[in-house]
């Protein structure tokens, strides 16, 4: 058999098998091998992978292997781990597993997990402070709520986390502020005690705009509402710009910081997740440290067939580059994990929304799709409908939790069954002949039946792939975050580009910068588009209305 390349995998699967069936089917597999699940399913520690629900056979893995072999996938993971600068294009380490790993993590000449094991100590007896009462605020009242204003990886990450694993009998209250639109303060602070507020700034440099502007607002409430300038035992910084940090107001020995080779979408694990241990217990944080480091000893030590994290960027290159599926939807069937399609999305939209190879030439192939999501039953009732009976397939990813962490068991026990029957619709869908039979069967007429069979089959053979956790608690979800993170990488390597920088994200930063007199004091117009110059014109022809 002769191995393509993902650029011409489409062509490859374009021909149909031996047997004359073409590469799309899902359905005939399973006619055809009724140990399709055993054999086409894995675990790594308490993760269920079952990626049978897709048109993969033996040929098509067998493929997918070679292409992950001649892409270097394990020598560029070798790579990250001994420090070498794998972001590329910003010429920088990329260690988030140091984050969470026992030692061994070493940047050219420093001991990045020396370094690691500082901060989390630091972490741990300030959280520790904070609940025993022994860090009080300003007017020395115990502090019950933590506020996080961060944004992007600052936020989307803890945020995910905190939602999924805190409860009433956690040790503090969470919130988040990210959006610089300041309703969602007007929303948020009705529910704050300034007294007993505990306010982290989380920006590694500590320039973003967004959150400065936030922090500002809220150190202007604070001091309103408790009537003394200093503030500064309400505020923590999650930073590495000590002056910035200061000159704040943030004294130096609440300022927790992490290296350049830590991203922002990978950041939770670091200082970045102190609200997790504020907010859930330091538990909580090292649970998910626990979690995540089994996850990457699995992916360094596993082998291709059994490498979770690569068979699942295997099962998307097959989708996107094989099939030609340009989105993804992920449907955690736990409200717990409502955050995690969010926290996805950027984890995977912005390492793979790339167009430039590694060798600095043009892709000449699709990289990442769309990430989107909603936890289940909710979207079975809203977008659902397009991925049943839509013209296009799109491929999900299942999560579902087996054992509740409540004692409603007739609820869980529905909700897996939604989670279920929606996978094996999307595979089996329903046959027009089989659309006559029922409506016949509950006495519909000829003429209805005639007048509405065909909107009422589903075309099946969509693909999807489940993963079964067996409960929810740090260590499972730790697992599971780090699952999607080394999913990236490999897709990085598969793809040959740089899944760690981020320049889309700074066009759109330059441009608000230079808008915003123009917006905000009514200064002269600059060179602007036709629609941006009129949107200029509207907007102040509003304010000053």
């Not at 970045?272 to 089994?294: D, T």
């Not at 996107?320 to 939209?349: C, F, I, K, S, W």
């Not at 936890?375 to 991925?387: D, K, Y």
Request: hydrophobic share 45%; glycine share 10%; proline share 5%.
């Amino acid at each position: 058999m002769t191995h393509p390349t993902v650029a011409t995998l489409a062509a490859w699967v374009a021909t149909p098998r031996a047997d004359g069936t073409t590469r799309h089917g899902i359905r005939r597999l399973f006619e055809d091998d009724p140990a399709r699940f055993r054999r086409y399913s894995r675990r790594a520690g308490p993760i269920l992978m079952d990626f049978s629900k897709t048109s993969l056979d033996d040929e098509a893995l067998e493929l997918l292997h070679q292409i992950a072999v001649e892409s270097n996938v394990f020598g560029r993971r070798d790579a990250m781990i001994r420090g070498e600068p794998v972001n590329a294009t910003e010429n920088r380490a990329v260690l988030h597993m140091a984050l969470r790993a026992k030692g061994g993590f070493t940047v050219g000449e420093e001991d990045a997990s020396a370094e690691v094991a500082k901060t989390l100590a630091a972490m741990q007896a300030f959280t520790a402070n904070v609940h025993s009462g022994r860090l009080v605020g300003a007017t020395g009242k115990r502090f019950t709520d933590v506020l996080n204003i961060g944004i992007g990886g600052s936020d989307l990450g803890p945020f995910m986390a905190v939602r999924a694993l805190w409860s009433d009998g956690c040790p503090m209250r969470p919130h988040f502020l990210a959006n610089v639109d300041a309703h969602a303060w007007e929303a948020l602070r009705p529910r704050l005690n300034p007294e007993t507020t505990l306010v982290l700034i989380a920006s590694k440099t500590f320039t973003t705009a967004e959150t400065l502007l936030n922090a500002t607002m809220v150190r202007g409430w604070l001091r309103e509402a408790l009537g003394q300038e200093d503030v500064s035992a309400h505020f923590v910084a999650l930073s590495t710009n000590i002056p910035a940090t200061s000159a704040f107001g943030v004294p130096v020995g609440q300022v927790f910081g992490f290296r350049d080779w830590v991203g922002g979408r990978f950041s939770l694990w670091s200082a970045i997740g102190l609200v997790i241990a504020l907010s859930c217990g330091w538990a909580a944080l090292a649970g998910m440290l626990e979690g995540a480091r089994a996850m990457d000893e699995h992916f360094l030590t596993a082998p291709a067939e059994d490498n979770l994290p690569l068979l699942l960027a295997l099962v998307e290159v097959w989708h996107v580059n094989g099939l030609g599926y340009t989105a993804r939807a992920v449907l955690p069937y736990d409200n717990r994990l409502g955050r995690l399609p969010a926290h996805l999305q950027q984890v995977e939209m912005e390492s793979l929304g790339k167009r430039i190879h590694l060798d600095g030439h043009p892709v000449g192939h699709a990289t990442g799709p769309v990430v989107f999501g909603e936890p289940g039953t909710n979207a079975q009732h809203s977008f659902m409908q397009l991925l049943h009976q839509g013209t296009t397939p799109v491929p999900v990813d299942f999560i579902l939790i087996a054992r509740p962490d409540h004692g409603w068991a007739d609820n869980h026990r529905m909700l897996l069954a939604n989670g279920l029957a929606q996978s094996e619709a999307l595979l089996a869908g329903r046959t027009l002949e089989d659309v006559h039979t029922e409506m016949a069967e509950t006495g519909a007429d000829a003429a209805t039946i005639e007048r509405v069979a065909l909107h009422r089959v589903f075309p099946g053979d969509r693909p999807s792939v489940t993963l079964l956790l067996p409960h929810l608690d740090p260590v499972t979800l730790g697992a599971l975050v780090a699952l999607y993170e080394h999913k990236v990488f490999c897709l990085g390597a598969l793809w040959q580009v740089n899944a760690f920088d981020q320049y889309g994200v700074e066009l759109g930063k330059h441009l608000a910068a230079a808008l915003l007199p123009e917006v905000a004091s009514g200064a002269e117009p600059g060179h602007h588009d036709g629609s941006t110059a009129g949107l200029i014109a509207a907007i102040r022809g509003a304010w000053n209305g």
